[in-house]
C-alpha cells in the first residue's frame, strides 16, 4: 500500500526556520513528482511548491518564494520543504502529496493521487 507521511511540523517564531520532511512507503519518490500544499482554519488547500520527477524542476507560489525550497534526497527516499523566514500567515496543515511521473512541477490538489496526513506548523510569538 502506497503511503506518504510527512513530519517536521513544530512552533516557531516570525523569521524561524523548520524544514519538513516526506517519506514513503510502498514506493520509492524518485518516479513520482511531489507537491507540497497547505490548509490553513477556514481556508481552502493551497499549492505552496512542487518538484517534477522528470527532471526535478520545481514551482513555487509567490508568497513563498524565496524562503522555502522544495528538494528531494532519492537515497533516503525523502522530500523536504525548508522553510526560512517563516511569517504569520505560514501557519496551516502541511500536506505533501505524490502523482507518478509527472512532466513539470504541479500545483493543484487535484493533481495528485497519493496524499499524506498532514503535520502542523504554527508560526507565533
Known amino acids: 500500500q502506497l503511503q506518504l507521511v510527512e513530519s517536521g511540523g513544530g512552533s516557531v517564531q516570525p523569521g524561524g526556520s523548520l524544514r519538513l520532511s516526506c517519506s514513503a512507503s510502498g514506493f520509492t519518490l524518485d518516479s513520482y513528482g511531489i507537491g507540497w500544499f497547505r490548509q490553513a482554519p477556514g481556508k481552502e488547500r493551497e499549492g505552496v511548491a512542487s518538484?517534477?520527477?522528470?527532471?526535478?524542476?520545481?514551482y513555487y507560489e509567490d508568497f513563498v518564494k524565496g524562503r522555502f525550497t522544495i528538494s528531494r534526497d532519492n537515497a533516503k527516499n525523502m522530500v523536504y520543504l525548508q522553510m526560512d523566514n517563516l511569517k504569520f500567515e505560514d501557519t496551516a496543515i502541511y500536506y505533501c502529496a505524490a502523482r507518478e511521473r509527472t512532466l513539470k512541477p504541479l500545483l493543484h490538489p487535484r493533481e495528485y493521487d497519493y496524499w499524506g496526513q498532514g503535520t502542523q506548523v504554527t508560526v507565533s510569538s
Open positions: 518538484i517534477s520527477s522528470l527532471d526535478n524542476s520545481t
